[in-house]
């Protein structure tokens, strides 16, 4: 629950607004004219600066209107396999606190937690842009820029986006998670037409514990996630990131072993798996916000899309692992690697990923499979 809120100008006339106020009670309320956030770096701020910023940005929450294009594909990464995903933002900033998070990063400068009052106009331009294309199929996720969940019992933008993604012929909703808050879903059991897909970011028990603060444990997460799949969604997993650790190997298999105790594995709609990857700059945040965390400390190395990734043999190996294991529970199971180099398809599935197979509801970009 945030300790401070700051509505800006028009935004306050918006139902979101207002619903997100009286949701949370007694809290102060600070009106400003002004976009910018109340946390803005000044240029020239240092690592410190910056880091204590990121902190008191998890508490404070800015309510203001979006004036962008909403719609986005996701911008992927230089040189490495891109599988066509669509992003919508509804908010910015997440009040979780993964130490390998890279929205301290990327909000180093602007770390407010920002909710945006106008969704209406995303709904709005979500079912144009899909309608003006009927033959593009569109698999459009909330939780790039946050987590999809973390603001539903204050906002209950889920009730708006689950019903419109059931009505799009071309688009799949995916909302992606490490909260267990899944009661406004649980109502839409007839309403979500199979066409919404709730994804949880997943780990070894010991990850969680130690690198992802505030998160629902895996148990917690996995007993949202039957609870999702008894109402009849579809689920996803995303196994990212993928951390070294020693015993990794046994961590995940035990991992793997309990997820499929709790869910069912025809009903997964998909898997990514992905090793820790993070931007140079990142590092510095990581070790002064998490100095008892060990994943800065991994051997890395600089890739192409300037991200320090874990030394390539180990990841491979890392990869190679997972995908393996995930197969023996279900030989068709949809898996794929995200944002991972052509070199890692060709060396852990001899290729990259075809149309008709498995994974063609992931990276085909016409309308014609399954949705
Ligand atoms: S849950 Fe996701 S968005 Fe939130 S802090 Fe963790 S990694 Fe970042």
């Not at 102060?28 to 910023?53: C, F, I, K, T, W």
């Not at 900033?93 to 909000?107: E, K, N, S």
């Not at 899909?130 to 790039?144: H, Q």
């Not at 997460?221 to 990131?241: I, K, S």
Request: proline share 6%.
């Amino acid at each position: 629950m945030p300790e401070r809120v700051f509505v800006v100008g028009d935004a306050a006339e918006d139902v979101v607004a207002q619903r997100v106020l009286s949701r949370l009670g007694a809290v102060e309320v600070v009106n400003l004219d002004s976009d910018d956030d109340p946390l803005r770096a000044p240029s020239g701020a240092g690592a410190g600066e910056e880091s204590s910023h990121i902190s008191l940005g998890k508490r404070w929450l800015m309510l203001k209107r979006y004036r962008g294009k909403w719609l986005k594909g996701c911008p992927g990464t230089l040189g490495h396999v891109c599988c066509n995903l669509w992003v919508v933002n509804p908010g910015e900033g997440c009040p979780l606190d993964c130490t390998y998070c890279a929205l301290q990063h990327y909000f180093r400068r602007n770390p407010t937690l920002k909710l945006f009052t106008n969704t209406g106009e995303m709904l709005k331009e979500i079912e144009q842009r899909t309608s003006a294309e009927p033959r593009r199929r569109f698999r459009i996720c909330t939780g790039e820029l946050t987590d999809s969940l973390v603001f539903d019992h204050l906002t209950d933008l889920s009730l708006e986006l689950v019903p419109l993604f059931a009505r799009l012929p071309n688009a799949v909703l995916e909302f992606k998670t490490k909260d267990c808050e899944v009661d406004n879903l649980l109502t839409l059991r007839h309403e979500h037409g199979g066409k919404t897909v709730v994804s949880w970011s997943v780990n070894a028990p010991e990850v969680v514990e130690q690198d992802e603060a505030l998160t629902a444990s895996l148990e917690q997460r996995m007993n949202a996630a039957a609870l999702v799949a008894e109402a009849g969604y579809r689920v996803g997993l995303h196994f990212d990131p993928l951390v070294f650790y020693p015993g990794w190997k046994e961590g995940y298999c035990a991992t793997i072993r309990y997820i499929f105790s709790r869910i069912d594995a025809e009903n997964i709609a998909w898997i990514s798996i992905a090793p820790l990857r993070y931007h140079p700059e990142q590092q510095e945040i990581m070790l002064r916000r998490f100095p008892e965390s060990r994943l800065p400390l991994v051997e890395n190395f600089l890739a192409k899309d300037n991200k320090l990734r874990i030394f390539q043999p180990l990841r491979f190996e890392m990869l190679r692992f997972i995908w393996k294991e995930l197969h023996a529970v279900r030989a068709g199971m949809p898996v794929y690697m995200c944002m991972e180099s052509p070199a890692a398809w060709r060396s852990i599935v001899g290729g990259p990923p075809l149309a008709g197979t498995e994974l063609a509801e992931i990276f085909s970009r016409s309308a014609c499979c399954r949705v």
